[in-house]
């Protein structure tokens, strides 16, 4: 088990960046895969991108490639989303997930049993 906490949200205009963090209460795991999600309202929840701990593996969803960047500092059993080029369309509560002794199986949310509680991401035009 594992704790998450998101930090880094907040309200920015169309082409802005903000970057989050997520912090785990513990990463002992050699191996763990770490992602961010995000929900709008009334709207399913989708995988941004997601990072192997072990191997730095990525992934991004088309709709951020090239803007978002997923990261980590071990030191600090921290995951990092430095997002740019921000649009109204990205707006939603960001989650961090995460899936521990294993490698990333894929970005469906239900291959990761742990959750922060959320950010709130806010993009005006």
């Known amino acids: 088990q594992v704790q998450l906490v998101e930090s880094g949200g907040g309200s920015v205009q169309a082409g802005g960046s903000l970057r989050l963090s997520c912090v785990a209460s513990q990463l002992s795991y050699s191996k763990n895969c770490m992602g961010w999600f995000r929900q709008d309202l009334g709207q399913e929840r989708e995988a941004v991108a997601i990072i192997n701990t072990n191997t730095l593996y990525t992934s991004y969803a088309d709709s951020v490639k090239g803007r978002f960047t997923i990261s980590q500092d071990k030191a600090k059993n921290t995951v990092y989303l430095q997002m740019n080029g921000l649009k109204p369309e990205d707006t939603a509560m960001y989650y961090c997930?995460?899936?521990?002794?294993?490698?990333?199986?894929?970005?469906?949310?239900?291959?990761?049993?742990?959750w922060g509680q959320g950010t709130q991401v806010s993009v005006s035009s």
């Open positions: 997930a995460a899936r521990l002794n294993s490698n990333c199986i894929g970005m469906s949310e239900t291959a990761f049993p742990n």
